[in-house]
């Protein structure tokens, strides 16, 4: 609870400051960048006290060359963690299941967490990461860029999809997107796909920009930081991820409840679990078998269930071709 109270204040602090500067990104841009370097730091620290797991890196890939030579069976598998959600939310979300990933594995995991998309996709294309949670655009480019291969993707209710959801504060008289025009906006990571590309198809579709649409916007870089801002008042509204959004409204339902959500997007395929090109066959293959073997035996069963994840399945590249329309209709390159 403590924990909770002090990461609100620091969120309420630095999006309060931000709603003092300008409304454009010109001046907005370094007074952000500052805030959200403080904001980083003071997550990262929280973070470092969260359970360990073995070989945790916060700083940046090991200074090893692992992915330039051949890997051991001593070696640990690289994992780096895209902020989908916020760094201690995303260890609560990804300890227990990594851990089994390394027990059945037999090797250690090493967990990178980084801020954004584009940093957790860079340790992939440099070889520095072998496996990534990621959102979806970022497989997308990923995949464009530098051939990031698909291992795997979650179901949820049975489906291998979900949904951008755009939120207002429950007390807010705004009922469609298009009433948020001369609002404060929060998106969440550039390269995401419900917290992004969805809001930004939107506004272009309205005939606008974002610095002429929204009076104000910033980057929470984290679903959860998001809601967190609309259920404070700092943004009037954002669009989330629809997974992020039913996991929380689980697990810290005092903070969903002082939000709703207003508009729904078309089903997207689902954030996958991806791996870099140039991994070693054999261990991508037994990753990849774990991660769809987990719904066999109870303690995977258990670890899923507290993710609301009812399995791992593979999929094919063609169910992001969606994502990819969006892209393009935000104007993503």
């Known amino acids: ?10 969120l309420r602090t630095a999006f309060s400051t931000l709603r003092t500067t300008s409304s454009r990104v010109c001046q907005g841009k370094v007074a952000l960048l500052g805030l959200l370097l403080l904001l980083s730091s003071t997550l990262l620290t929280a973070c470092a006290q969260a359970q360990a797991v073995p070989r945790v890196s916060l700083q940046g890939p090991m200074s ?34 990594l851990n089994y990933l390394g027990r059945q594995l037999g090797r250690p995991i090493e967990i990178i967490q980084r801020k954004t998309y584009a940093e957790a996709n860079d340790l992939v294309r440099a070889g520095s ?17 530098f051939g990031m291969e698909l291992l795997a993707a979650p179901v949820i209710h049975g489906q ?3 949904h951008a959801d755009v939120i207002v504060n429950k ?12 609002k404060v906006f929060a998106f969440t990571d550039p390269m995401s796909n419900t917290g992004t590309m969805y809001p930004l198809s939107l506004v272009k579709a309205l005939g606008s920009t974002p610095d002429k649409f929204f009076a104000k916007y910033f980057y929470t870089y984290s679903h959860d930081y998001a809601i967190q801002a609309v259920a404070d008042g700092l943004a009037d509204g ?3 991820d629809s997974t992020v959004y039913d996991y929380l409204r689980d697990s810290n339902p005092s903070l969903v409840a002082k939000v709703k959500v207003i508009q729904v ?12 090109a140039d991994l070693d066959p054999h261990l991508k293959e037994k990753i990849q078998t774990i991660l ?24 094919k590249d063609s169910l992001y071709d969606s994502v990819r329309a969006l892209a393009k209709a935000a104007g993503a390159p």
């Open 1 to 10: 609870m403590a924990r909770t109270k002090r990461r609100r204040q620091t």
């Open 64 to 97: 090893t060359a692992l992915g330039a030579g051949k890997a051991t069976e001593k070696d640990p598998v690289r994992v780096v963690l895209a902020s989908i959600t916020s760094p201690q939310e995303s260890r609560v979300y990804y300890d227990a299941m």
């Open 129 to 145: 990461a072998d496996v990534a949670f990621v959102c979806t655009y970022a497989y997308v480019a990923g995949h464009a860029e």
């Open 160 to 162: 291998t999809i979900y």
């Open 171 to 182: 007390n807010s008289s705004i009922t469609s997107f298009s009433q948020l025009r001369g």
């Open 238 to 240: 954002a669009s989330v």
């Open 265 to 276: 997007s078309p089903p997207y395929g689902m954030p996958p679990v991806v791996v870099r």
């Open 292 to 315: 769809l073997r987990m719904n066999k035996n109870s303690s995977g069963r258990a670890i899923l269930a507290k993710l609301h994840i009812e399995r791992f399945v593979t999929v």
